[in-house]
């Protein structure tokens, strides 16, 4: 077993995962490795991970309004057979569900590979990455309500992404 700090069985600098693995399956790891680090690629994975996180929040936000009968379109849906009404149910919930999923995905894609650039052009790994990422999200995000909701959307998505950086770079005890 390899342990940090002791010398390992692996290739340089992927001792310890890959012992006992043949030199094709070493290659294989570090290619995989080489994709998962890489701008395109955490791009991609924060953009898929954003999509599924965005339809499971969707799924249960829309489960959660349901129509009251006390209002005139709850009142239509109560008079419907019971099949009906599940019917509408379930195809508004994979509506939103959806909805959600691609606003989480973009917003993570946009994200991600903005803070990878950010990095890779500063060669370095601190707050400021992060924190000029969100502006650009909120600024790219909010772009289109026009130049005010940009300037909004950048203000908002830096002091979010300032207290996230902030309490993740916070020394732990």
Not at 44 to 68: E, H, I, N, Q, R
Not at 141 to 154: D, E, S, T, V, Y
């Amino acid at each position: 077993m390899s342990m940090p700090g002791m010398p390992g069985r692996g290739l340089a600098g992927m001792q310890g995962d890959t012992a006992g693995m043949s030199s094709q399956e070493q290659m294989m790891v570090k290619t995989i490795q080489g994709v998962m680090e890489s701008c395109p690629g955490k791009t991609v994975m924060s953009g898929c991970m954003g999509f599924v996180l965005g339809g499971a929040f969707g799924l249960f936000m829309s489960s959660m309004s349901y129509d009251t009968p006390l209002t005139a379109a709850g009142q239509q849906l109560t008079n419907l057979p019971v099949r009906e009404q599940l019917r509408r149910g379930f195809k508004d919930m994979g509506t939103r569900s959806f909805s959600s999923a691609k606003n989480f995905g973009i917003v993570g894609a946009i994200f991600s590979g903005t803070e990878c650039c950010i990095e890779g052009f500063r060669a370095k790994n601190d707050m400021t990455n992060g924190i000029a990422a969100g502006c650009i999200t909120g600024g790219v995000l909010g772009a289109k309500a026009g130049p005010q909701a940009a300037a909004i959307g950048c203000a908002g998505f830096a002091a979010f992404s300032t207290a996230i950086e902030y309490y993740l770079r916070m020394p732990s005890d």
